[in-house]
């Protein structure tokens, strides 16, 4: 028989799930570089916003909401794609539409007058690795997005 064979487990991590959704999500702001107090924006009872700055000029919402109520609360990332605009508006949001299909996991919306992308998970059982691959999947579409955005409403134009 061979001996067991033990081995680091400090180099594990810790494995944080569910029961705390601001806990997770305030250990997720830190491993990613941010702090979560001075990137908070807004705080109550039953939400927090926090105002991410990345590269580029884009700037990340997340938004931890209806904490007291662990069944119904929810992660939002979100990150500002660009603006509408004012000449040629509805030919554009069209546009937006048409791009939206091509997403993986991630949404295209309109707050104010911003094209947004977005997430939306649910925070009762959330894990690390779940806010981690989401971000990785907002960021790694943000380019791509506002390239075929552009591109398909120059296209449309030019007609």
Known sequence: MTKIRRFDTSVLG?????KDPLKIVRHFLLKKGHDPDKTLREETPNSCRWMLN???????E??????KTPSQATVYMGINIM?????????FLV????????????KLGLVGYFVILSVGLGAERITFDELDYNYR????????????????FDEDIDV
């Open 95 to 106: 546009t937006v539409l048409e791009v939206a299909d091509g997403l993986i996991g991630a």
């Open 137 to 152: 999947l907002i960021l790694a579409q943000k380019e791509w997005v506002k390239d075929a955005i552009l591109d398909e």
């Open 62 to 67: 997340v938004f931890l909401d209806k904490l």
């Open 14 to 18: 810790e494995m944080l799930i569910g």
């Open 83 to 91: 603006t509408v605009p004012i000449r040629d508006a509805q030919n």
């Open 54 to 60: 990345l590269s580029n000029g884009y700037e990340m």
